[in-house]
């Protein structure tokens, strides 16, 4: 069964809703929510796999809810304006459903949503945000929906904190070790106070000042990793 939350602030929209799912036997409505502090406040609570989110709702629209979630479920924009169709994708929405909403369409991002949802529990660790988890990200007016594997480091800047993935580097409301606690340690390593790295894009490691290292990554960031740090993560890489 997909656990599974309606956002949407007509009851109406709603309800039909409910009325097309009833048809997919796989899909178990937890709850719903008519705005977007009441759906953090389920999500939070209820921990759903996938969201079927308007996107015009007073006040918040489900842009600024996705913007408040760490770890973000499989979402399914549900919408009657179809100008947000190209924003929607640019996050990596799952699908974007206009209303009215057509069986076969509602079938269609099902199915997707169903092999999407096998895949992650086929690979989540399940106490941390792994290589294979995605987060969604916004920096002002650009939205992205970014897959682990992809961030090569995370950098402290005050209570923001810098996520560099591909050619950005945007910026979220997050400190440093508030990420460090959400993410697992197979995957990405605390190398000082300013920075978190992604093991896999580590390229090369040499002796550094005061026993600690200078790790290369990938892209030809150089990070110091503290005496500390440096014995735990030689500790944490050993056989």
């Known amino acids: 069964m997909i656990k599974t939350i309606i956002i949407d602030d007509e009851r109406l929209a709603r309800e039909g809703l409910k009325g097309l799912l009833k048809e997919f036997s796989e899909i178990e409505i937890i709850g719903e929510a008519a705005n977007v502090d009441e759906a953090l406040e389920l999500i939070d609570k209820l921990k759903p796999q996938l969201l079927f989110l308007d996107i015009q709702m007073p006040e918040k629209t489900g842009f600024d ?51 999407q949802i096998n895949d992650l529990e086929h690979n989540k660790d399940r106490d941390k945000l792994g290589a294979e988890d995605q987060v969604f990200i916004r920096d002002g007016e650009k939205c992205w929906f970014v897959k682990l594997s992809d961030v090569r480091m995370i950098e402290s800047a005050g209570n923001y904190a810098k996520v560099h993935f591909d050619k950005y580097q945007p910026l979220i409301h997050r400190t440093l070790n508030a990420l460090d606690e959400r993410l697992s340690q197979q995957v990405f390593f605390r190398a000082n106070r300013q920075q978190i790295i992604n093991l896999s894009y580590i390229e090369k490691i040499e002796p550094f000042f005061n026993s600690g290292f200078l790790i290369y990554l990938k892209d030809g960031l150089k990070v110091e990793v503290s005496r500390r740090q440096a014995v735990k993560f030689k500790e944490m890489m050993s056989l």
């Open 65 to 115: 809810l996705l913007e408040e979630l760490i770890e973000t479920p499989i979402v399914i924009f549900t919408t009657a304006y179809n100008e947000f169709a190209t924003k929607a994708f640019d996050v990596n929405a799952l699908d974007y459903l206009m209303k009215p909403i057509q069986s076969q369409r509602l079938k269609d991002a099902i199915t997707k949503a169903k092999k």
